[in-house]
């Protein structure tokens, strides 16, 4: 956990993450998992932080070879994007209900003043990135 939080942080320096809180599985056996929330603001698009979080999935060594084994070694769900929510079921989770209370409602530092801009010319939206 300590390496995708430094990972995404690296990447999107605006995210304020919850505690970690350890839950069992859902709907199999095995080992517990260790989970946390964050929220931030990026100008990534949805696709290209969908690809961002899948390289952060391998770099933190998850793999399809774990995963078709039932070995999921990181997972990263995007619960909402630009106000949209996603992984409708997630919401309903009683760990997710319990670190939303401990999320921060806005990054300290606003729009993020340390976010990469667009080169000149170009326009890219801040959006807003809850609950990672």
Same mark, same amino acid.
């Given at each position: 956990? &300590? ?5 995404? $942080?690296? =990447?999107? @320096? #605006? +995210?304020?993450?919850? &505690?970690?809180?350890? #839950? ?6 095995? /080992? ?8 931030? #603001?990026t100008s990534l698009s949805l @696709? !290209? ?5 899948? *390289?952060?999935? =391998?770099q933190c060594g998850d793999t399809?070879?774990?995963? $078709? ?5 990181? !997972?990263? *769900?995007?619960?909402?994007? *630009? ?5 409708? *079921? !997630?919401?309903?989770? /009683? ?6 209370? $401990?999320l921060p409602l806005e990054s /300290?530092?606003?729009?993020?003043? =340390?976010?990469? =801009? /667009?080169? $000149?010319?170009?326009?890219? @939206?801040?959006?807003?990135?809850? !609950? +990672?």
């Open positions: 956990m &300590r390496e995708a939080r430094a990972l995404l $942080s690296e =990447r999107i @320096p #605006t +995210l304020r993450f919850t &505690r970690n809180m350890q #839950t069992q599985p859902i709907g199999h056996a095995g /080992p517990s998992y260790l989970n946390c929330l964050c929220r931030g #603001t @696709p !290209d932080l969908l690809v961002m979080l899948k *390289d952060v999935e =391998r399809p070879e774990h995963r $078709s084994c039932g070995h999921v070694l990181m !997972d990263i *769900d995007l619960l909402s994007y *630009d106000g949209i929510r996603h992984h409708a *079921d !997630d919401w309903e989770r /009683p760990y997710i209900i319990n670190l939303l209370k $401990s /300290p530092i606003g729009e993020d003043e =340390r976010a990469p =801009r /667009p080169a $000149s010319g170009e326009s890219h @939206p801040t959006r807003h990135i809850n !609950d +990672l």
